[in-house]
């Protein structure tokens, strides 16, 4: 696809009735190889769920995290079955509550998560995403050569098991 556009998304999913079919004769002529969608307000999953059920999507781009996890039970699962990538906006914060993911996260002990590559806060957020969810693509964002770093340790490391996974949610509080 020499000179084309790999994945080209609805952002926010607006106008995606009218754009989604525009989308695919697009990638059917070869224009582009990847159709997404992508919002970051659960309150907008329904239309994402709406999207994937025309069959056009290949990518679904959403937010997931410790805070933020109705994914978890509407598209996550819709996706798979629809064998769709899934890209993950805010896997360390969450949009709105970026300070409340921190001050929960402040008084958990990283001692037992180390053998899974965590160093701070930012990789076990990323960490537990990619135990629990071998299959999403992380999107993590950072500006520090040093988040960097320990943002990419986690990847080689063991997957955390789902004991573990467990009592990190049951500390975090998450819904």
């Given at each position: 696809l020499l000179g084309g556009i790999d994945l080209?998304?609805?952002?926010?999913?607006?106008?995606?009735?009218?754009v989604l079919p525009c989308l695919a004769e697009l990638r059917a002529a070869g224009r582009i190889r990847a159709v997404g969608v992508t919002h970051y307000d659960p309150a907008s999953f329904g239309a994402i769920e709406a999207a994937?059920?025309?069959?056009?999507?290949d990518v679904i781009q959403i937010p997931l995290n410790l805070m933020e996890r109705n994914a978890e039970r509407r598209l996550l699962p819709l996706a798979r079955e629809r064998g769709l990538?899934?890209?993950?906006?805010t896997p360390i914060q969450p949009l709105f509550q970026r300070g409340e993911l921190l001050r929960r996260l402040?008084?958990?002990d990283l001692a037992p998560f180390r053998p899974y590559g965590?160093?701070?806060a930012g990789s076990l957020c990323l960490k537990y995403l990619l135990s629990k969810h071998a299959d999403l693509v992380l999107l993590p964002a950072t500006s520090r050569e040093e988040r960097v770093q320990s943002n990419a340790a986690v990847s080689g490391a063991p997957a955390m098991p789902p004991d573990l996974i467990a009592r990190l949610e049951r500390e975090v509080g998450a819904s």
């Open positions: 080209l998304q609805i952002h926010n999913m607006a106008g995606w009735q009218a994937i059920e025309t069959g056009i999507p990538g899934m890209l993950v906006m402040r008084g958990i965590v160093t701070d």
